[in-house]
């Protein structure tokens, strides 16, 4: 596709919680990410799509922390996070999950919940000794939590479920409410709907919207097109490790380049 229709994202928006500058990576020869610059709406549910190979996975590791980028700046809330880890991220308060999310050896659905909020008292050996109440209190209010984000999510009854003999929807479910065990700024969601049937997809679907209405920002990447085109608004394109477009769903299914890009490429 000719350069000149890279028009980009949309910039300098009033309130990023989510921005990056000039993000670029490669593997070897491979420009997996070419001066990607976006920004996400607080308080938006910000999609993004392009067809196989145009980035989405290294751009989200990048944002996230879990590549480290050859250019380019992060910022979540105002502040520089690129050279921070991923943990370190997510207590910035940008935390992802991930398309198939890891099964907790080992852990109850319980056990699996409690690994998610952040620097916790009983985690060191001076508060054992010293600030048991404390570590008590702290306990028993992350389990409290756990419980109502699985009450939730519509799964509290797999709550002592060993997390190994959950389906792939379940696991995905555990992985959202564990996620908000953080009170993340935004979170990125990487195709929360891939291999799940239609009704836990519309499940899905409706927890974030909900969320969403009580303030949540989202980026979701994601390749089942009318659940994205239902759920997200604005949508930026990314084709060819760069970025094609931002725009509405409308704007975006009847572009020229984004339908180019979709049938020009590997497909959707």
């Known amino acids: 596709m000719d350069g000149d229709v890279y028009e980009g994202a949309n910039l300098g928006k009033d309130d990023a919680v989510l921005k990056t500058s000039g993000l670029e990576k490669a593997f070897g020869g491979l420009v997996a990410t070419d001066d990607v610059s976006f920004e996400v709406e607080r308080g938006t549910i910000t999609g993004m799509i392009g067809p196989n190979g145009a980035g989405k996975s290294t751009l989200f590791n990048l944002v996230s922390g879990f590549y480290e980028n050859d250019a380019g700046r992060v910022m979540v809330n105002g502040e520089d996070v690129t050279d921070l880890e991923p943990y370190e991220r997510a207590r910035k308060g940008l935390v992802r999950t991930f398309q198939t999310p890891r099964r907790l050896e080992g852990m109850s659905v319980r056990e699996a919940m409690l690994v998610g ?105 994601e390749h089942d097109m009318p659940f994205i085109m239902d759920l997200a608004d604005p949508i930026i394109v990314l084709d060819q490790g760069k970025v094609l477009m931002e725009g509405t769903p409308e704007e975006v299914q009847t572009d020229e380049r984004v339908i180019e890009a979709y049938l020009g490429g590997a497909g959707p």
């Open 117 to 221: 909020p952040g620097p916790q008292a009983g985690e060191s050996i001076f508060s054992l000794f010293f600030s048991a109440d404390e570590v008590t209190r702290e306990e028993r209010a992350n389990i409290k939590q756990a419980r109502e984000l699985l009450e939730r999510f519509e799964i509290a009854h797999l709550i002592d479920q060993p997390s190994t003999e959950l389906s792939g929807g379940q696991l995905k479910l555990v992985e959202l409410a564990r996620a908000f065990t953080t009170n993340p700024d935004i979170l990125l969601l990487d195709e929360p709907v891939a291999g799940v049937n239609p009704t836990l997809a519309n499940d899905i679907k409706r927890f974030i919207r909900e969320l969403n209405e009580e303030g949540q920002t989202f980026l979701i990447i």
